[in-house]
């Protein structure tokens, strides 16, 4: 099966070249975010900024299902042929999860991979595979020689995607993710007001979001919550005063989840946004973790199945070094946030940062827009 899979992926290579009669458009862009389910993470801060610094000079194309209200965008359901024709004469495509090997880039076209996320966490592309096969290594490798510029926030990050998505280590950006911008430059009130306005929570109550990952394969990717969120706002009651409301956003992968004492926050628009308005953070093995630290602000880890997690999947660093102290039982996250101390909390991440090999810029969309005016 490996080998005929292997073969359907020449065959598409080959029947595409079909779309090589037409040519590329050379102020095209082609984005896709999270394989065309939605209009966010890094690839829509490259459009923001794109749009506002080059006004009316580029034409957009965004993978999804949808209507675009922007005269110079268009949108395009993913998979359909529409989609493969604008794959294949955009001079730029951008995607925070890559291209798939199936697709035969042209040598004219440049692939942007941004990635969606940063640090270096969970093991992804290859090193998660558990019973890798040659045919596994072949079409990694299609994959990392078409991408021309792999987006990375930190030295581990660049260290160990090489090899993950098999990108050689020269074509690695390092100037930390675009939706990170937001993160680092502030405007904290506006967003703040914007969060509060969807969720119709009341002023001066305060923010905490839980956002864990998946469990399992992409495919049947489930997630079933330990927490007690009731003894959790009972803790940050008693250590931060006031009132708090919880926020629970599950991964994109995982179709249906409980929410119970939570306001599920997984059909907000902006990741970005909800972790700028929080307070405190709450996840497990997420890639978020990278993103909140930035901030310096409380984060926590809640990871009651660490074992089980660490056998299925494994880790690039050890859980021990990650920005936020970890917790295994509600007893012990209860207790971590109650004797929560800031200065220890901005040493820890610090000390995270240091090790990773911090590459943030809080300029990265600039960085990637200038990349690709100098192409277009």
Known sequence: MKYLKLMMIYACRIGLRAFYLVPVKKNRIYLSADRGSGIRCNPLYIYKYLKTKYPEKYEYVWQYDGVSQEKDTTYVKPGTLKDLYFMLTSRVLISNDGFGSFLPKRKSQMFINTWHGGGAYKRSGV???????????????????????????????????????????????????????????????EILNKVRNYFGIQEGKKIVLFAPTYRGEEQSAKFTSELDTEGCLEALRKRFGGEWVFLMRKHHFVKKAKYDGCINASDYPDMQELLLASDVFITDYSSTIWDYSLMFRPGFLFVPDLEEYSRERNFYTDPETWAFPLAKTNEELQSLICSFDENKNNEKIKEHHKFLGYRETGHAAEIVAKRIEGVL
């Not at 596994?136 to 260290?159: A, H, M, P, W, Y």
């Not at 995607?161 to 675009?178: D, H, I, Q, S």
């Open 127 to 189: 090193d998660f595979i558990t019973d890798q096969h040659t045919v596994d290594l072949k079409i990694n490798q299609i994959c990392g020689r078409q991408t021309d510029v792999f987006l990375s926030s930190s030295r581990k990050f660049s260290e160990v995607m090489t090899t993950a998505k098999m990108v050689p280590k020269k074509r690695f950006l390092e100037c930390g993710m675009p939706r990170n911008d937001l993160l680092l430059a502030g405007r904290k009130e």
